[in-house]
């Protein structure tokens, strides 16, 4: 049972054997090899990973193995345990790993003893061996048809290279406890699902429930899996751990307690992104309650709190709630002692958010441009947020049909995005058909025309070929063409942003209909021209 906890880590095998394996590290670390020998071991590889292994052959790369290993002196009895393996998948294919022991090895962490049970000339190696790669084989190379990994192990204490790494990564996972310590290093090794199982295997035994350090540890422990698997999107999975890390800490603790304030924020920011809006609120005036009701208040973060209430108030339409509670966000910024103008900034532009989605436009625009104000004023200021402010307010004016400001916001934009931004980056094309759209209205049509066939360019080339944003740029082009007495040039146009259209939208499409429709407006305009000819351009408007 032991040897198959080993070769495959179960963590409940492995738990209800700890003290035994405590007990079995110890001896080995006080022993080592007197004779140089050779360990042979039957494991499972996919395919892929042999390759790689083969590939790196001739970089003289160094192999570590993070958990226990059970292998045998003897190599035929190695091969038959290898092929007797379960498989996952035709991916994966039985391999023997051979690992020249030599003699007097003598390595802080590196530790073999022989153990002869059942005639089966076991070896038993510590966790963490470290080996140069001398070859690799695969299947069909080799007498035995079986693949190959053979390495030799190394003193890491004269390998400096190892030891700081080794160092750096101790550095790393080092904590209060040793289960924390373990399960930060399996998180490291990224076995999340053994650990997951190990510290479900302790929270569920009763012997430990009274016991409020082990609890501690159980209660950090699966707070940093929930933070590894926040740190890989999975937010399910995240809110579940972060849940199971309350459970504990509610063990010992008053569901009040100052030091659980960042717990509750941290499950109602994942339920956040999951979009379960109830709950986050739930969550975070739990947060926000626990940190009213303390002697000691930090401001900032009930700032944080009051933020994220109001952003999950507005997403559930309780805006004039939303605004409550931004504003309390705002009026705290305003008086800490110290700027935080980052902070300030976010508040403004999520009250703007709010009033824009109301149609509210005026007061968005007032809550927009006191962001753009701080942020102005920000060293070294971020192009990027800024930028996007200055996109919001361009868009805001454009809504409102004032073209002038519009303009001036979006060209600030425009040059905050060139910034950060690859000059093709498609973000610049619908840039750019704005822009464009702006100069159009303030009659520049020639600078209109320019700001289009830049934003056709870019489409060309960071777009799909059957984007919507190339039949609208077109489109407005010919409606530049139209204003400038061009009307071939516009009738072209006008057939090309139809022709555009028609690769993702059916004929009987509204865009469709209007674009045939204006291309016959277009026609009779250009008739009427021919036969009035001077008296036209005087006396009839461009469509």
């Known amino acids: 049972m032991l040897n198959k906890?080993?070769?495959?880590?179960?963590?409940?095998?492995?738990?209800?054997?700890?003290?035994?394996?405590?007990?079995?590290?110890?001896?080995?670390?006080?022993?080592?090899?007197?004779?140089?020998?050779?360990?042979?071991?039957?494991?499972?590889?996919?395919?892929n990973d042999l390759d790689d292994l083969k590939n790196n052959l001739l970089n003289n790369d160094l192999i570590t193995f993070p958990q226990f290993l059970s292998g045998s002196t003897d190599q035929l009895r190695a091969i038959r345990v290898?092929?007797?393996?379960?498989?996952?998948?035709?991916?994966?294919?039985?391999?023997?790993?051979?690992?020249?022991?030599?003699?007097?090895?003598?390595?802080?962490?590196?530790r073999s003893r022989r153990y002869s049970i059942d005639n089966d000339n076991n070896v038993l190696l510590n966790m963490g061996i470290i080996g140069h790669l001398i070859k690799v084989e695969k299947e069909n190379v080799n007498e035995n048809q079986i693949a190959s990994i053979h390495l030799t192990l190394v003193k890491c204490e004269n390998q400096q290279k190892i030891q700081q790494i080794l160092e750096t990564k101790r550095t790393e996972i080092k904590s209060f406890s040793q289960l924390v310590t373990v399960i930060k290093l399996m998180i490291t090794m990224n076995q999340n699902i053994s650990a997951e199982h190990m510290v479900e295997t302790m929270f569920n035994d009763d012997t430990l429930k009274a016991d409020i350090n082990t609890q501690t540890s159980i209660a950090a422990s699966y707070l940093a899996l929930a933070t590894s698997r926040r740190s890989q999107d999975?937010?399910?999975?995240?809110?579940?751990?972060?849940l199971l890390s309350l459970d504990a800490f509610l063990r010992f603790m008053s569901p009040n307690t100052l030091e659980l304030t960042s717990l509750y924020g941290n499950i109602a920011g994942m339920y956040l992104r999951l979009d379960n809006c109830e709950k986050s609120h739930e969550y975070y005036q739990k947060a926000l309650g626990v940190q009213l009701r303390s002697?000691?208040?930090?401001?900032?973060?009930?700032?944080?709190?009051?933020?994220n209430i109001g952003i999950i108030l507005s997403k559930q339409g309780k805006y004039s709630e939303a605004i409550k509670s931004f504003q309390r966000t705002l009026k705290i910024l305003e008086q800490?002692?110290?700027?935080?103008?980052?902070?300030?900034?976010?508040?403004?532009?999520?009250?703007?958010?709010?009033?824009?989605?109301?149609?509210?436009?005026?007061d968005a625009l007032y809550y927009y441009k006191k962001s753009i104000e701080i942020q102005e004023r920000i060293v070294p200021r971020n192009p990027s947020t800024l930028g996007s402010s200055y996109y919001t307010v361009g868009n805001v004016y454009l809504k409102i049909g004032r073209s002038h400001e519009s303009?001036?916001?979006?060209?600030?934009a425009l040059e905050c995005q060139q910034e950060y931004l690859p000059l093709t980056h498609p973000s610049f094309a619908l840039l750019y058909n704005n822009i464009g759209l702006m100069y159009y209205r303030e009659e520049q049509y020639s600078d209109a025309l320019k700001s289009y066939f830049k934003s056709l360019e870019i489409a060309s080339i960071s777009l799909p070929e059957n984007h919507s944003l190339v039949g609208i740029t077109l489109f407005n082009v010919a409606l530049v063409y139209s204003s400038q007495g061009k009307l071939d040039e516009a009738?072209?146009?006008?057939?090309?942003?139809t022709e555009q259209?028609?690769?993702?939208?059916?004929?009987?499409?509204?865009?469709?209909?209007?674009?045939?429709?204006?291309?016959?407006?277009?026609?009779?305009?250009?008739?009427?021209?021919?036969?009035?000819?001077?008296?036209?351009?005087?006396?009839?408007?461009?469509?």
């Open 501 to 543: 259209f028609l690769k993702t939208l059916s004929p009987s499409h509204p865009d469709v209909v209007e674009n045939r429709a204006y291309i016959e407006s277009i026609k009779r305009k250009k008739i009427l021209k021919e036969l009035f000819d001077e008296d036209f351009d005087e006396n009839v408007t461009s469509f």
């Open 5 to 47: 906890a080993l070769r495959i880590p179960e963590a409940d095998i492995l738990y209800k054997l700890r003290s035994f394996i405590q007990d079995l590290c110890q001896q080995i670390e006080n022993e080592s090899v007197k004779d140089s020998i050779t360990v042979y071991l039957g494991q499972t590889i996919q395919r």
């Open 82 to 110: 290898a092929k007797e393996l379960p498989v996952q998948s035709e991916e994966y294919i039985p391999v023997i790993i051979c690992i020249d022991i030599p003699a007097n090895l003598k390595c802080a962490n590196i």
């Open 234 to 242: 999975d937010f399910k999975r995240a809110v579940e751990l972060y």
């Open 407 to 412: 303009l001036t916001y979006l060209k600030l």
């Open 336 to 362: 800490v002692t110290e700027p935080h103008d980052n902070e300030l900034a976010l508040a403004y532009d999520n009250a703007g958010d709010t009033y824009l989605v109301q149609l509210k436009y005026n």
């Open 491 to 497: 009738i072209e146009s006008v057939e090309k942003s």
């Open 295 to 307: 002697n000691t208040p930090d401001l900032l973060t009930i700032c944080n709190y009051t933020n």
